[in-house]
């Protein structure tokens, strides 16, 4: 073992009355870690919380600093472990200064008034969190998000090595919360133990180094952000389907949910089809036929390609190529053998250059008729053709043999739900 | 801030000069009553008495009140929240009715302090107790005690008439004892408070919040609620429950001091004692003796409501 353990629990137990919240969980904290706990309403998460401080009484072994949580005494406990609620009632006009101050009682002794030290570091601790100019107003007064960032330089000035966080920004606008959560970081590096609930995933993505996620009281992953963020366990603890990704710019994980509202069940004609799109293109057209049920394949996308990534998303099967190649021989073949296969095909107006020109190229070859040409408003078939006027034109002669060109996902459906001459019948 | 300390001093010296100056007012007038062997008699043997018991029953129940209020987090707790007054008067209403008004003092300090254990014991069951189930207890055994004392009232014939004089509140029978008795209580009931100014500060945020903080908020707990029955009690004892001291007088001194209870906790002390001197000094040169309960509560109910409004202080 390296690093201290700051908070070591095993098998811990705890809830309100006779009944256990939080069940057997095993976890331990180091020093110098921010640590996210995540998990839906009513997983336990705050109550797991209010067991390290010991305001919710709990069986196991639960040892902060080596020492039994049981045997600190309230100052000292006061000392080690610093606590930021969720909420907090107010019902008498406290200057916010005088809350923070109540940060140093327990580092002084009741028949002694607190020393200029003591409001030294309570300043400071208004400076960290941004609300020095608050400093003589009745707490009464402040905003949900000023509050909250009080709670935080209270819980700040109490110069304790471990941090519970309970939702710390659920109150706060964008920029407070990447300023409180950053210097949460910076307290981690500096060897603080940080433990925080997190509701917003992509925040505790962002800051934590780890994450437990808990559900009905149960720890069921503990690990980076980015194993415990997958769509397959969100899906299983939260009940949500998302998208999870690396950030371009941050490099940490990200997520979002799937809009999975307005699904639709599978229509009873034309229900295979066939996407050809790029550069982004494609994009909300897979998600939205998708979402209307339909069966969907899609092609030829370059793997660097947004259209590529929502298909691996979606679980759409693909022909994919290397990006700034030549389309390889055995994938314009797959391209031909689904252009044969698909009820329909909507091409996606779409960037065209000489690379995937041979795509656009084959698809003189399927009928016409089953051709959807989606051209959204706004664009011409000459702003899509990086191929000296070649794409431009077969964009245009697809029109003229027959092709039909629609600029809104409306007119796609609608030409979805029309027959053709050439529709065979549905086979038994 | 700074102004704390001038105000202190000022409130201090207001006190003084209270309880000087309506030790020497009554009923002949403003001064020392003509010569004569009574004069001496009438100002050491009866208003100073009366004028002390007063002043200490009045900075009781202002401590008490603040120091409800505080733990229980909400600015309309009283001191007879937890059913001293309704106790209180139980005993009183069996020692005039049984005993024919002996031992009035000794029966109402036994019922407010039954009452206050009948509480903690039905609330204190479950081990940790929330103050809402404190606070819900005791509202339900002052209703039960006021059932029965009313039920002594309906049944008292012609003693009904001490026993609703008793309610109301007043300092006629105030003995030399009283002042002492009730100074006996405020001095290590008053210090106990005082120091535990900061754990009612962090407690009226939250007993959790408390003890985040370092507080033993268990200890605090009963620590307060011991030194406050303890005061009520004993004031109960000696005046009957008077109304509206304890739930105005921290309010005022709020509305002056701020709400650190480190600085409410002193301030009430004078201001409470001013207050009710003032009022018993109203209530026995002008109205003939009037309980002075009646006259509190006829300044204090209309002071509290415009409290309300203008001060915005409920949540």
């Not at chain 1, 331990?28 to 309403?41: D, K, L, R, W, Y």
């Not at chain 1, 400071?124 to 009745?138: N, P, Q, V």
């Not at chain 1, 209270?154 to 304790?160: E, P, S, V, Y």
């Not at chain 2, 209180?88 to 109402?108: E, H, K, N, R, Y």
């Amino acid at each position: 073992m390296t690093g201290r353990h700051s908070i070591n629990a095993e098998n811990l137990n705890a809830g309100y009355d006779t009944r256990d919240i939080v069940r057997a969980v095993s976890c331990s904290f180091g020093e110098g870690t921010f640590t996210g706990i995540i998990g839906p309403n009513g997983s336990g998460k705050t109550t797991l919380l209010k067991a390290f401080s010991r305001v919710i009484p709990s069986s196991g072994i639960l040892e902060l600093d080596g020492k039994a949580v049981a045997e600190y005494t309230p100052a000292e406990l006061g000392m080690a472990l610093g606590y930021v609620p969720q909420d907090e009632g107010r019902p008498f006009s406290y200057t916010v200064l005088q809350v923070v101050l109540m940060a140093r009682y327990a580092r002084t002794s009741r028949f002694a008034a607190l020393a200029p030290a003591d409001f030294t570091r309570c300043h400071r601790a208004l400076e960290e969190t941004g609300i020095a100019h608050l400093k003589d107003r009745s707490i009464r007064t402040l905003s949900g998000g000023e509050w909250q960032r009080v709670l935080i330089a209270r819980a700040l000035a109490q110069d304790t090595r471990i941090l519970l966080l309970d939702e710390p920004t659920s109150h706060l606008d964008l920029s407070h919360q990447s300023d409180i959560l950053s210097l949460m970081r910076s307290l981690a590096a500096s060897g603080s133990t940080i433990i925080g609930v997190f509701h917003d995933l992509n925040m505790a993505a962002l800051y934590c180094d780890r994450l437990i996620m808990i559900r009905n009281g149960e720890v069921v992953a503990d690990d980076t952000p980015a194993r415990v963020l997958t769509p397959d366990k969100i899906r299983d603890v939260y009940g949500a389907d998302v998208v999870t990704s690396l950030h371009p710019a941050t490099g940490r994980t990200f997520l979002m949910p799937l809009d999975t509202c307005g699904q639709t069940i599978a229509p009873d004609k034309n229900r295979n089809i066939l996407v050809i799109s790029g550069g982004g293109s494609g994009t909300d057209l897979l998600h939205f036929l998708s979402r209307k049920g339909y069966l969907l394949s899609a092609g030829i996308l370059a793997t660097t390609d947004t259209d590529y990534l929502t298909a691996k998303a979606l679980d759409i099967p693909c022909i994919a190529v290397l990006p700034f190649s030549q389309i390889p021989a055995h994938s314009l073949e797959k391209l031909r053998t689904l252009l044969i296969r698909a009820d329909r095909i909507v091409l996606s107006a779409h960037p065209v250059g000489t690379g995937n020109l041979p795509a656009l190229l084959a698809l003189r070859e399927a009928d016409p008729a089953r051709i959807i040409v989606h051209l959204p408003e706004g664009h011409t078939f000459q702003s899509c053709d990086f191929a000296k006027g070649a794409a431009a034109a077969a964009y245009s002669d697809l029109c003229s043999a027959g092709a039909q060109c629609t600029g809104s996902f409306n007119g796609i459906l609608g030409q979805l739900k029309k027959n053709t001459n050439n529709d065979q019948p549905p086979k038994e | 801030m700074t102004r704390t300390i001038p105000i202190l001093l000022c409130m201090t010296a207001a006190a003084i000069l209270t309880v000087v100056l309506c030790t020497f007012i009554g009923p002949a007038g403003f001064g020392i009553p003509a010569a004569g062997p009574g004069a001496a008699d009438i100002i050491g043997a009866i208003r100073l008495p009366r004028v002390l018991a007063a002043f200490f029953v009045g900075a009781s129940l202002a401590i008490a009140g603040a120091a409800m209020q505080a733990l229980f987090r909400n600015p309309l707790a009283d001191p007879y929240i937890l059913g001293t007054s309704a106790g209180g008067a139980l005993g009183a209403s069996i020692a005039i009715v049984l005993l024919g008004g002996f031992f009035v003092p000794v029966f109402a300090w036994v019922g407010a302090v039954v009452a206050i254990l009948i509480v903690w014991s039905i609330a204190g069951r479950q081990g940790v107790i929330p103050v809402e189930t404190l606070l819900l207890t005791g509202i339900a055994v002052s209703f039960f005690f006021s059932a029965l004392y009313s039920f002594l009232i309906a049944i008292a014939g012609q003693n009904a008439h001490q026993i609703i004089f008793w309610l109301m509140g007043g300092f006629w029978n105030a003995s030399p004892s009283d002042a002492i008795l009730s100074a006996a209580v405020i001095v290590p009931c008053g210090l106990l408070l005082f120091f535990m100014g900061r754990d009612l500060n962090a407690l009226s945020l939250g007993e959790e919040t408390a003890a985040h903080l370092g507080i033993d908020a268990a200890k605090a707990r009963w620590a307060v609620l011991g030194g406050s029955t303890m005061l009520v009690a004993v004031a109960v004892s000696i005046a009957g429950s008077i109304g509206f001291i304890g739930l105005v007088t921290p309010h005022i001194v709020r509305m002056l001091l701020g709400p650190d209870n480190r600085v409410v906790i002193p301030a009430s002390i004078l201001a409470g004692g001013i207050i009710l001197v003032l009022s018993d000094t109203l209530a026995r040169t002008f109205f003939s003796d009037l309980p002075v309960g009646i006259i509190t509560a006829f300044i204090g109910a209309p002071f509290f409501i415009w409290l309300i409004y203008q001060r915005g202080v409920v949540t």
